[in-house]
């Protein structure tokens, strides 16, 4: 029995479509490894590789992010015309359940650990039900390690993807991970963590946890299990890491090398509006120069289109990272996703402005913002990354140079290219 796990391809039109330093969704060799092995599976990174049409498998699961809905739709199609069984899974299935209905033989809502070989056993009795819904969330001991060994290691940056925990205990309205997730914080066992990683074989690590810090106690006993591993490792975490010192040690000490910190706004109002109120405006500077005197650059995150948000604020938000040296920083504009808080709250203010899910990619304004025009968002949000990735910025905000000068200067020429191409295919 043939199986393809499919990540459907970013637009062209998307930043994420053009970014060559690209790695794998965990998703994917997740699955892999709850899948038997009289299967046979490939794993198939439209992002990465093409996929053929004309080979055929007896099962095709797609994981599908709100964005990739269009082409894992087109996909699923496409496949069914061939008398090919589909199953549609991730977060946007999950949120959107009667949409994706109609493009799969099966749609998988929730988490795929408890709800994966249920599936595969239902198929192979010829017996797949339209809907599997998993509402729980399932306990991460003892957890398989993801089967890396499918993918095509040339296609990839790096592919120590790994996560240690799921979840986080803030609830920020404009975010799908607490819709997905819930208001969970749950942890894996740091042993089962430490063998995944020695098993991995060395190299950079990503922890693709969405809060890393988000139970200090358990990220310092990781930590300190991590230091004789001798790894390098990024990852991403609230900004409350600064504030515990023997917290902040240990990271340093067991190898982190940068956090992507979701700073999100320059506004307190707008981020008491957005519940991200743990994050304090006044303390952003320090916080930074702490992280910095502890060897960890940065990758900050900034949305743009809040209500309290005029065209000010891009030039403000530049201007904050040069000044501050962040050596590299992602830009979104304010997304209504589906299953989101801020989604209901547009959406009951008639703000929606429609669901092409393809512009859901958080470099397109889908909706009407309070103190601007689409127009005026869409096109400070472009000047914004146009001047962040221009090479005055990167050299202001790089300089003066650190030892992981090198990485971020080939992430920040990397984005540049990348940014330089979203451009020309949206003009
Ligand atoms: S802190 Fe980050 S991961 Fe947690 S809810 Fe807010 S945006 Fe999402």
């Not at 990739?68 to 699923?76: G, N």
């Not at 074989?201 to 139970?215: A, H, R, S």
């Not at 429609?354 to 304004?365: A, G, P, R, S």
Request: with cysteine; net charge neutral.
């Amino acid at each position: 029995m043939k199986l393809f796990l499919i990540a459907p391809k970013w637009p062209e039109h998307s930043l994420w479509g053009q970014i060559y330093f690209r790695f794998p969704y965990l998703a994917l060799t997740t699955l892999a490894a709850l899948t038997d092995d009289d299967w046979d599976i490939s794993i198939v990174d439209e992002n990465a590789e093409s996929l053929d049409f004309s080979d055929l498998p007896d099962l095709a699961a797609i994981s599908v992010m709100t964005p990739l809905a269009k082409r894992a739709y087109e996909i699923a199609d496409n496949f069914r015309a061939n008398g090919v069984q589909v199953v549609l899974g991730g977060i946007h299935p999950t949120m959107m359940k009667d949409e994706a209905s109609i493009h799969a033989d099966a749609v998988v809502m929730g988490e795929a650990e408890e709800i994966w070989p249920q599936v595969l056993s239902d198929f192979k009795r010829g017996k797949l039900k339209p809907v599997y819904s998993f509402t729980d969330f399932c306990s991460l001991d003892g957890l398989r390690f993801p089967k890396r060994e499918l993918l095509n290691r040339k296609a990839y940056f790096f592919i120590n993807t790994i996560q240690t925990t799921r979840g986080c205990p803030f609830d920020c309205e404009f975010c799908s991970v607490t819709s997905f997730y819930g208001r969970t914080y749950r942890v894996r066992s740091v042993e089962e963590v430490v063998r995944e990683v020695e098993h991995m074989g060395g190299g950079f690590v990503f922890f693709v946890d969405d809060n890393i810090v988000g139970k200090p106690a358990y990220a310092k006993e990781l930590f300190r299990a991590l230091v004789p591993l001798n790894v390098k490792w990024f990852s991403q975490a609230s900004l409350s890491i600064v504030k515990d010192g023997e917290l902040l040690e240990l990271a340093q000490s067991s190898g982190c090398k940068g956090l992507f910190i979701g700073f999100e706004s320059l506004s307190q109002e707008a981020l008491r509006a957005m519940g991200k109120s743990a994050n304090h405006v006044e303390e952003y500077k320090e916080a930074i120069k702490i992280l910095h005197n502890h060897g960890i650059g940065i990758q900050g995150s900034f949305i743009f289109g809040t209500d309290q948000d005029n065209q000010s604020v891009f030039s403000d938000v530049l201007r904050f990272i040069e000044k501050t040296h962040i050596e590299a920083a992602l830009f979104s504009v304010l997304t209504p996703f589906p299953g989101t808080r801020i989604q209901e709250v547009l959406s009951k203010q008639n703000r929606i402005l429609h669901t092409d899910w393809e512009k859901y990619d958080m470099n397109h304004v889908v909706f009407r913002p309070k103190k601007m025009s689409p127009k005026q968002l869409q096109d400070g949000f472009n000047w914004a990354y146009k001047n962040l990735y221009g090479y005055r910025s990167i050299v202001k905000r790089l300089f003066p140079f650190t030892r992981s000068g090198l990485f971020y200067g080939i992430q920040n020429y990397g984005f540049r290219q990348a940014w330089k191409k979203t451009l020309n295919t949206n003009e």
